[in-house]
């Protein structure tokens, strides 16, 4: 079984930055396809940013410029820095990974707010 643990979430006010991490565990013999995505109240689940295993990279429009996603495959994590936040980044962001490993699937953390709010 795999884990995705998140962390970085908060309260920031508008045109702050916030860092967000998501760490992989359990059995894992590689990862593809890392992303993250956000959900806000009463709007569906949408894509944020995603890297392949190559470290190619996509985006959202909402947030071309002012985020940027990254790796470290040394420690299987996924990295959101988060720039010029807008109140309407508010949402809670989930990440998720395409692993290769014991039990190859798709998996999901369990979620972390962000609030952008003055």
């Known amino acids: 079984q795999v884990q995705l643990v998140e962390s970085g979430g908060g309260l920031v006010q508008p045109g702050g930055s916030l860092r967000l991490s998501c760490a992989a565990s359990?059995?894992?013999?590689?990862?593809?396809?890392m992303g993250w995505y956000r959900q806000a109240p009463g709007l569906e689940r949408e894509l944020v940013a995603i890297?392949?295993?190559?470290?190619?990279?996509n985006y959202a429009d909402s947030v071309k410029g002012r985020f940027t996603i990254s790796r470290d495959d040394a420690k299987n994590t996924v990295y959101l820095q988060m720039n010029s936040l807008k109140p309407e980044d508010t949402a809670v962001y989930y990440c998720?990974?395409?692993?290769?490993?014991?039990?190859?699937?798709?998996?999901w953390g369990q979620g972390t707010q962000v609030t952008v709010s003055s």
């Open positions: 998720n990974a395409h692993v290769l490993g014991g039990v190859t699937g798709v998996y």
């Open positions: 890297i392949t295993s190559g470290g190619s990279t």
């Open positions: 359990g059995s894992i013999l590689r990862i593809n396809d």
